[in-house]
């Protein structure tokens, strides 16, 4: 039902949400998650525009630096924070927290992140059978807890069985060092609650969450007031609100009615492998970053070495992408 409200509709419940979550901690308790990618851009100007509403003079916000992410959206981020200062005259202030790991230790250390979250998660365990862990392992072969109740969600797909003999580390961390790690260290250091800008159409974990707790989770201490949006919205406010993007994203137009960008639709973790198995022709991802990024491109792809445990792990030549998603069967050569 909230999906479907119009779009001046959503935003007003939206500011509501932001002005409940600032009204229980106060402005200098919270701050804005932002990643410079088109749902944070559009949830930093809400919140703004929340700010000149009910008069506060200024914003904190948060930027995870990975390094994972596209260089233009890098650049946005210092710009478009000094953009949204000028526009609504007030303090926006952006503080940059930085992972303690880089990728290629994360990779080296944990695994690589391939085909989904739950998938790495449930691959990881299986490459790592112990004592502890027999009952999550059977879990997912067998879609059977230990309880004996039946949950098929939870159960790996035989398609996948293959890499859990696979000559390389599988595991779902490098969200968590990359990016929770260092904004979790951020809040204990400020004692801030975030503001998140998440849609709970992009996935189950996502609608199930928001399902539960709602824009607001008060146990968790966090405030999603985008949670019910849909994509096309976050694409409509910012064609009406002629809100900047990333140059990555290049021009926003519409086409059969929907809005859609000609260069990049997402623009998250430029080395992450998830979800690329579903991709099919030109608009696979590594095939755009062939094109568009060269330099790397070759060093997503190429290098790769074995450790001295035999898996496959970066080098100094590269990540060695391209021997992983040989493993997955995902074509990442330029069509020519």
């Keep these: 039902m909230l999906q479907s409200l119009p779009l001046d509709i959503k935003v007003g419940k939206s500011i509501l949400r932001i002005k409940e979550f ?7 308790g919270v701050y804005v998650s ?38 233009e959206l890098k ?26 790991m880089s990728f290629k230790q994360v990779v080296s250390k944990y695994g690589y992140p391939v085909i989904s979250k739950k ?3 449930s691959l990881h365990d299986l490459q790592n059978p112990t004592s502890k862990n027999v009952n999550i392992r059977n879990l997912y ?10 949950c098929k969600s939870r159960k790996l797909a035989k398609k996948y069985y293959p890499l859990i003999n696979a000559d390389f580390r599988i595991h779902n961390r490098c969200c968590d060092k990359m990016k929770k790690e260092p904004l979790h260290k951020y809040e204990k250091d400020t004692n801030r609650k975030p503001i998140i800008g998440m849609l709970a159409e992009e996935g189950e974990e996502r609608k199930k969450a928001y399902m539960q707790h709602g824009c607001i989770n008060w146990k968790r201490e966090s405030c999603n007031p985008l949670g019910f949006w849909k994509e096309q919205d976050v694409l409509q406010y910012i ?8 140059s990555v994203y290049g021009q926003l137009i519409i086409i059969d009615g929907k809005f859609k960008f000609t260069g990049e639709q997402r623009t998250g973790c430029i080395f992450c492998m998830y979800g690329c198995h579903l991709e099919k022709g030109e608009d696979r991802r590594f095939i755009r ?3 568009t990024h060269p330099q790397l491109y070759n060093y997503c792809i190429n290098g790769g070495e074995y450790d001295e445990e035999g898996k496959w792990v970066p080098s100094n030549k590269g990540l060695g992408l391209g021997h992983i998603l040989d493993q997955i069967n995902v074509d990442y050569k330029e069509v020519k």
Excluded at 22 to 28: Q, V
Aim: aromatic share 14%.
């Design 22 to 28: 600032i009204s229980h901690y106060r402005i200098d």
């Design 34 to 71: 932002f990643s410079g990618g088109k749902d944070s851009s559009v949830l930093l100007d809400v919140v703004c525009k929340f700010c000149v509403l009910y008069g506060y003079k200024k914003v904190y916000v948060a930027f995870s630096d990975t390094g994972l992410e596209f260089p």
């Design 75 to 100: 650049q946005f981020v210092g710009n478009y924070v000094k953009y949204l200062s000028l526009k609504y005259k007030i303090d926006v202030i952006l503080d940059k927290v930085r992972p303690n």
């Design 119 to 121: 998938v790495s998660r």
């Design 141 to 150: 072969l067998t879609g059977i807890t230990s309880t004996g109740r039946e």
């Design 239 to 246: 064609w009406e609100n002629k809100i900047p993007v990333a």
């Design 289 to 291: 970053l062939s094109k």
